[in-house]
């Protein structure tokens, strides 16, 4: 059974920096897309930064320039790295794994079939 967990969040100020884990365990996620959501209070969820099995990163417009997502296979593991970041990035971040078709991965929360718990991160201005 696959299982993400995911770590690093926290409490920053606007300008801050926060990098946040993803740890797979019972596959080997390195043929996934994976991906890392947020969702804030009232908001739907929404992708953040994507990675796939060729190790392309991609990235929400709101995030480019600021966020990069990274890999380490040996440990199973993909990293977020927030820099600059806002009170809009306020959220619930979460991390999941999905197929990969081939071609970008998804942005879409549904095409993605397993998930971590979260982990809150908070800016504040």
């Known amino acids: 059974q696959v299982q993400l967990v995911e770590s690093g969040g926290g409490s920053v100020q606007s300008g801050g920096s926060l990098r946040l884990s993803c740890a797979g365990f019972?596959?080997?996620?390195?043929?996934?897309?994976r991906g890392w959501f947020r969702q804030a209070p009232g908001k739907e969820r929404e992708g953040v930064a994507f990675?796939?099995?060729?190790?392309?990163?991609s990235y929400a417009d709101p995030v480019k320039g600021r966020f990069t997502i990274s890999q380490d296979n040996a440990k199973n593991t993909v990293h977020l790295q927030m820099n600059s970041l806002r009170p809009e990035d306020t959220a619930m971040y979460y991390c999941a794994a999905g197929l990969d078709s081939g071609l970008d991965c998804s942005p879409l929360p549904y095409e993605y079939h397993y998930w971590g718990r979260g982990t809150q991160v908070t800016v504040s201005s």
């Open positions: 019972g596959y080997d996620l390195s043929n996934y897309c």
């Open positions: 990675i796939d099995s060729d190790v392309r990163p």
